[in-house]
Every structure is written in structure tokens, then in C-alpha cells.
């Protein structure tokens, strides 16, 4: 199996940082060691972004608390410069993520989000699952659902989430999370502001 290089992965990230800068609205997921966030145990690892620029995604994932092979100082400083400057974040679970980006020493919480599992739900409340996986399943059609290949099985096998996950091997895993979640969301915005649930919406009418 194609295990990523280091230069195709600070040119996905380059990419993925570039696109981010001119999209307005960010999709953020996050990897962490595993443990509760809530008590102080858990800790992100890791940041996926995903970015749209004329019609088409870029995603990328950024490494902060593995054990190696982690990005930069000045590379984390600008990936959370542009997290803090979207004008709306997405996430997939959002009382998850805002308090894992917490943790990596990134403070979300005054920029105005969405979350496609609230979103599916406020759409379908009696949908038999809002998980990322049986959405990417059923709204977008993908029978793979989320992307773990037999390398990446492998390496969860011997280190659960823990921050010694090779990055690399996290890498193609977190990316498509952030790519496929964008993906869920764009599907399901149309129906949640049609059906006037977004509050942005509302707002942009009004000043009409």
C-alpha cells in the first residue's frame, strides 16, 4: 500500500492552507489520544481541515500532538490564524471537537459553527443513526463510509489512539473525515436553511 511522502504531505497541507484562506467557512475534525476530553485525560493530536474553491475540496491534516513527525511552530500558527478567521466553522460533533481544539491551545468558541450531526438530526429526527460514518453512508452514497484502509487497521491494532498512531498512516484517514464530513454538510445545508433553521440565513435576508 502507498504510504504518503513527506513532500506530498507539505504539499496537501500547503494546498489545503492556500484554499483555506479564501473560504469563508472551514471544516474542522480532530484526532485525539482517545480519552475523555472532559475530565482532563484527553488531548488532540491532530487537525483536519477541509476548503472549497470552485466546486471542488481540498483537505489536509495537520499533526500537533503526535509522538513524532509533528508540524511546525510557524505552520500550526497559521493553520490556527486562518481556523480563528473563518467567518464559520463545521464540525461533525461539535461538543466534541471545540473542547479537543481547546487543548491543542486553540479557542473557537466566539466564531459562529455548524454541526451536521445536530443538522441531520433537526432534518430527520428519526433517522436510525447521526454518526459521520452512516451519513457519509446513506446521504452521500459511499459504501466505504469513513476511509481505514488494511494499513491503517493495522496500526490502530497495535496503537489505538494513542499519539504514537504514526502521522503519516492518520494522515489519509483524517483528511477524507474532514473531506467526506464537508461533503455531508453541503448536502444537508440546502434542506437546513430551506427549512429555516439557519440563523445566517436569516440574518443575510434580513438585511435584503
Known amino acids: 500500500m502507498h504510504l504518503i511522502s513527506d513532500e506530498e504531505l507539505r504539499e496537501q497541507r500547503s494546498q ?5 484562506m479564501l473560504d469563508p467557512f472551514c471544516y ?3 484526532e485525539t489520544n482517545g480519552e475523555d476530553i472532559r475530565d482532563g485525560r484527553g488531548f ?8 472549497e474553491r470552485q466546486g ?10 503526535h509522538t513524532v513527525d509533528n508540524i511546525s511552530g510557524k505552520e500550526k500558527e497559521l493553520l490556527f490564524n486562518i481556523i ?20 491543542a491551545g486553540l479557542d473557537v468558541l466566539n466564531i459562529p459553527f455548524y ?4 443538522m441531520a438530526h ?8 447521526k454518526g459521520l460514518d452512516w451519513l457519509i453512508k446513506n446521504e452521500l452514497g459511499l459504501e466505504d463510509g469513513k476511509v481505514k484502509d488494511e494499513l491503517w487497521q493495522g496500526m490502530f491494532n497495535i496503537y489505538g489512539w494513542s499519539p504514537d498512531f504514526p502521522a503519516k498512516v492518520m494522515a489519509k484517514y483524517a483528511t477524507e473525515d474532514a473531506i467526506r464530513g464537508r461533503m455531508v454538510f453541503n448536502k444537508l445545508y440546502p434542506f ?15 438585511r435584503g
Open 44 to 51: 488532540c493530536i491532530g487537525i483536519s481541515i477541509a476548503a
Open 16 to 20: 489545503a492552507l492556500s484554499y483555506a
Open 28 to 30: 474542522v475534525d480532530t
Open 56 to 65: 471542488k475540496l481540498y483537505g489536509a491534516y495537520f499533526p500537533v500532538a
Open 192 to 206: 437546513f436553511a430551506k427549512a429555516g433553521f439557519d440563523g445566517f440565513q436569516k440574518e443575510k435576508e434580513g
Open 122 to 129: 433537526m432534518l430527520n429526527e428519526n433517522a436510525p443513526s
Open 115 to 118: 454541526c451536521t450531526m445536530i
Open 84 to 103: 480563528k478567521s473563518r467567518q464559520r466553522l463545521g464540525f461533525h460533533n461539535a461538543k466534541f471537537d471545540i473542547p479537543s481544539l481547546a487543548t
